[in-house]
């Protein structure tokens, strides 16, 4: 399938498939299970319905915003995932780069395969003259040696990143059986780039495109597993340890989300894992607009989990979320063309979305509210 025939989000999934070793592409797509939950992420778009205005002048639709005092030229931005260099050789590069020219935020999982610093400086030749900026925040596990945790906050600090999402749905790795059945591994040739540090006492090597594939070699992460005992006084640490904006990612339960609220982290993205974390829990957009009566805009509130058209992006916005986070699309257009894969797949979403907005009667995102949505009456 050649690049002009790739039409939206699912054409660019159907070559990422083609293209994938079909180990890896497994991966990418199971969830926890039996995937219900995965697939509901989906279907739940699917049930909404959109009741549209017209007669408006939308000679000019501006899909702008501000988050955190930053502005951004879209509300899709890029969940963060691991190993994304299982989908491409430049991987989390690739894509910073990608949402750097397109004016989104990039966030980066702590297990990248290439580090915090590098994924900084790999931006540098595109933010240099001012016409574009780079907008990253870091994603933190709590990790059973906590002084890595902390110190890949400050690092990150160091870097010019400019939030914190602590995942707070992953004490334990989900029950993923796609990958069990494959006995999946991550290559040999590929390792976790933030702890290359602390295997070595000394700091990452600097990205070097001439020999990518020898970086970050056999960094034994066994070393580095999860904290399952992460709990409410750690985000407060967390919080008193940054002055960078702290937000939990993971959250599905109202109760949860007034708890974020209570102890001040600054948002949450509403989120299931993309399904692969505790399966038969709810579709993020159907918990949606209970955790957005809840916190009142006390603090902002993200989703991510099923976005695969412009009218998802709209419909979230419409139920209430700030901005939405897309994963799987990030890995397609990886997959499919490297940078220039996910340069497509952000236009092709963000020009859905701009027509979504247009042909709904709405010229700026601050108009998308609520009464969009067809409610039956």
Not at 91 to 110: D, M, P, Q
Not at 118 to 141: A, K
Not at 146 to 169: M, N, Q, W
Not at 202 to 229: F, G, M
Request: aromatic share 8%; charged share 25%.
């Amino acid at each position: 399938m050649k690049m002009q025939q790739i039409t939206c989000l699912a054409d660019l999934e159907k070559v990422a498939i083609e293209k994938l070793d079909p180990n890896i592409n497994t991966n990418f797509q199971t969830g926890a299970m039996d995937n219900l939950t995965r697939d509901d992420n989906r279907k739940a778009y699917d049930r909404i319905r959109l009741i549209p205005r017209v007669l408006r002048d939308v000679s000019n639709v501006d899909t702008g915003l501000s988050v955190f005092g930053h502005h951004f030229k879209s509300p899709v931005f890029f969940s963060p995932s691991a190993s994304q260099r299982l989908a491409h050789t430049d991987g989390e590069l690739a894509a910073s780069r990608s949402a750097c020219k397109h004016g989104v935020l990039y966030c980066l999982s702590s297990l990248s395969n290439y580090s915090i610093e590098e994924v900084s400086n790999c931006v540098s030749d595109l933010t240099q003259n001012g016409e574009n900026s780079s907008v990253r925040w870091l994603q933190l596990y709590m990790f059973m040696n906590r002084s890595v945790s902390f110190d890949l906050i400050k690092r990150a600090e160091e870097a010019g990143y400019t939030g914190i999402v602590v995942t707070s749905d992953a004490a334990y790795a989900g029950r993923r059986l796609g990958n069990i059945r494959n006995n999946f591994k991550v290559p040999e040739d590929l390792s976790f780039g933030n702890f290359k540090k602390y295997d070595q006492e000394e700091h990452i090597q600097s990205y070097s495109k001439e020999n990518p594939r020898q970086l970050h070699q056999n960094v034994n992460y066994t070393k580095y597993a999860k904290d399952p005992s992460l709990n409410w006084n750690d985000i407060k640490e967390i919080k008193k340890f940054t002055k960078l904006p702290v937000l939990l990612k993971g959250i599905l339960n109202k109760e949860d989300a007034a708890l974020a609220v209570d102890i001040g982290v600054d948002g949450i993205i509403v989120s299931n894992h993309g399904g692969r974390q505790l399966d038969s829990v709810p579709a993020s957009i159907d918990v949606l607009p209970g955790i957005v009566k809840l916190v009142n805009k006390r603090i902002k509130v993200f989703i991510e989990g099923g976005i695969l058209r412009g009218s998802d992006v709209f419909k979230a916005l419409a139920i209430g979320a700030d901005a939405v986070f897309v994963g799987r699309p990030v890995l397609w257009g990886l997959a499919y063309d490297g940078e220039k894969g996910v340069d497509l797949m952000l236009d092709l979403i963000n020009e859905e979305l701009r027509l979504t907005m247009a042909l709904s009667g709405c010229k700026s995102i601050s108009d998308i509210d609520s009464s969009y949505l067809y409610k039956g009456d």
